[in-house]
């Protein structure tokens, strides 16, 4: 197995001891730059520490660096989720986002895309590169390393700055570390176009000098992991909103020079590069055969369960994973999910539940769309099955037969999961999720031991009757432990998914609908005709995007950069289920109960303002348009 790095690299504890005398060595506390940098060793510590805080503000819970891998996840701020506990903290779909009331986004549960923490790691990257041709290199190995580290510093500068371009839009641009008395007022944001071109810069110093995977520790940088972040930004650069969505003519959140069209094609030649193996082996995991036809329940399970586990690996990756953080408890790097966002009534915290709307576009699993008024037409809230007729049509359940990434992303009413703690095993002895309610006919009402009037923690339970099983893994009993299995940042899936966007913006339909194919068929689903428009080929590559990347953060950046808010941010409602004495069961889509209003209020909130703190501070800095 690869040697694995796992990004928790306290500086202070590297201390270089003497051989011949082992009091002859500097105090901890005496450690400055100029000595940081007078070591290679304390070098590459320094250099840990700087993919610490690519996260933002560093370790958080002690999980080392974290990206995306927060209690409160960013597909909350979507139509993909709703955060049970903290849910005014999502300004985005609360239409309250301002300079003065910025939420998550103004505070450390998203800082791995906030201007303030992402800048105090660009001056830690600044000060590396500033000083690393200054440290003794006594053999060639030597070099190697500090030409290696260089361009893992690149990586990550271009990291933050990615995250900052898509957050912000044009940024101020600094490649040298900032002084003790230096005159700040004369920094001011970049445009869009220079910020790009940037960053860009610091991406191909990175490609240059990195190894390809499987020749560095595993989570350092690589080859790969930097062309990922190439058609990451380049993909959301060729989106509407920064090609004249908004505000067309503002340099700071619009491209004024070029076009589209050459966005899009230097989008689909850097994805196109990853795809044939330039700078290392990856693929999807799975067979990318057409899948079987009429498949039974073991296949649709052996489908999801291929899915499920590429969220759950640990130890070594396998070639879907480009670049992402392995968290191992034993090096102090915890991660806390199954904890975080588990069903209550194994003793977790129920948060991040996944929303009916797009529950309800996970497909059937031979790839027609799932039609809830299919037994009633026309109702679009309420679904009613007895006894008889489950049994004789087990698809009246709308959680039986759909697709496999349905099994491996959503916890529903009736999912297997693990076996209960003692409180509550002798009302579930199969370990199965129960988000509905059992009505009795003596007129009684049970609550299920996941629902929020549970005898189990009742206030963790999920408000809306679903919980997210991505990322979750089965064989770890949040209650007790931590997790150990990947945050995936980078994932050939978003690849291709980059591809095929690309593809389809620049009229080469079939092309781009290849590639979609490939995730449906390693999904369990048949092929989309590649014979159709650009218009259902869109439709069709966003539908695809959002159930394969669902939870994953990605459903944030798309939302805004096809300028679609104001048509899927509405109000959350809960599915509520009866089941009843005779085996009767009752499905009600309750639009009447509002458990989080949201609202668009207009497109200024597509950008993240500047905070408040931050504009006081520096005065000249520009704000973005919208904000006061």
């Not at 002690?62 to 909350?76: F, I, P, Q």
Request: glycine share 10%; net charge negative; aromatic share 12%.
């Amino acid at each position: 197995m690869k040697k694995l790095i796992y990004m928790i690299l306290p500086l202070m504890l590297l201390i270089i001891t003497s051989c011949e005398n082992v009091l002859d060595q500097a105090p901890v506390d005496s450690f400055d730059q100029n000595s940081v940098f007078q070591d290679i060793n304390l070098t590459k510590a320094y250099l840990g520490k700087c993919y610490d805080f690519m996260g933002g503000s560093g370790p958080w819970w002690g999980a080392g660096v974290t990206l995306g891998l927060r209690e409160d996840l960013l597909a909350s701020a979507t139509d993909e989720g709703l955060c049970i506990h903290r849910p005014g903290g999502y300004t985005f779909v609360k239409g309250t986002l301002s300079p003065d009331e910025l939420g998550h986004f103004g505070n450390t549960r998203f800082d791995w895309i906030r201007w303030e923490p992402l800048y105090k790691n660009i001056q830690n990257v600044n000060v590396l590169l500033a000083n690393i041709d200054n440290v003794p290199a006594e053999t060639q190995g030597d070099k190697d390393l500090i030409a290696r580290m260089k361009a893992e510093a690149y990586f990550i500068r271009a990291f933050d700055y990615t995250n900052l371009l898509r957050s912000y839009g044009g940024l101020i641009l600094v490649d040298k570390p900032f002084e003790l008395g230096e005159d700040f007022s004369t920094y001011k944001r970049s445009s869009l176009d220079e910020t790009l071109q940037f960053i860009l810069a610091d991406i191909d110093k990175a490609i240059q000098g990195l190894p390809k995977n499987g020749d560095i520790e595993q989570g350092r940088a690589t080859k790969g992991a930097a062309a990922a972040l190439k058609s990451r930004l380049l993909s959301f650069c060729s989106g509407e909103l920064v090609n004249g969505g908004y505000e067309g003519s503002n340099p700071l959140v619009s491209f004024t020079t070029g076009t589209r069209q050459e966005r899009l094609a230097a989008a689909k030649a850097a994805a196109k590069d990853i795809i044939d193996g330039k700078y290392g082996e990856f693929g999807l995991t799975g067979s990318t055969d057409d899948p079987p036809a009429n498949m039974t329940e073991e296949q649709v399970m052996e489908y999801a369960d291929n899915f499920y586990n590429i969220f759950t690996q640990k130890g070594e990756w396998n070639q879907e994973v480009i670049w992402g953080v392995q968290y191992l408890n034993e090096k102090g790097n915890q991660s806390w999910q199954n904890i975080w966002w588990g069903p209550n009534g194994y003793h977790n915290w129920g948060n991040n539940n996944p929303l009916e709307p797009v529950v309800r576009k996970f497909e059937m699993k031979d790839g027609t769309p799932f039609q809830w008024d299919k037994y009633d037409p026309g109702n679009d809230n309420v679904r009613t099955a007895t006894a008889d007729e489950l049994a004789a049509d087990p698809e009246r359940n709308p959680y039986n037969g759909r697709e496999p990434r349905f099994y491996a992303t959503i916890l529903f009413d009736g999912a297997k999961w693990q076996q209960r703690p003692s409180d509550g095993a002798g009302m579930d002895p199969e370990g199965r999720v129960q988000t509905g309610y059992w009505v009795h006919d003596d007129g009684t009402v049970t609550a299920g031991l996941d629902t929020r009037q549970s005898l189990i923690e009742a206030w963790n339970g999920t408000k809306v009757g679903y919980y997210l099983k991505k990322y979750v893994d089965i064989n770890t009993i949040g209650q007790f432990y931590r997790n150990e299995n990947a945050w995936i940042e980078f994932r050939y899936a978003e690849v291709l998914l980059d591809y095929a966007e690309a593809c389809i913006e620049l009229g080469d339909v079939a092309e781009g609908l290849g590639a979609v194919n490939m995730l449906r068929n390693r999904a369990g689903l048949p092929d989309r005709d590649t014979g159709v428009d650009q218009a259902q080929a869109r439709k069709w590559y966003r539908h695809e995007r959002q159930i394969e990347m669902f939870g994953e953060g990605d459903r944030w950046y798309c939302i805004r950069k096809w300028m679609i808010a104001d048509q899927v941010i509405e109000n959350v409602h809960p599915i509520k289920i009866f089941h009843y004495d005779d085996g009767s069961v009752e499905w009600n889509y309750d639009t009447e109960t509002i458990v989080d209003d949201r609202t668009w209020p207009d497109n200024r909130q597509y950008w993240i303002p500047i905070s408040r703190t931050e504009i006081n501070k520096a005065t000249q800095l520009q704000q973005n348009p919208g904000y006061q």
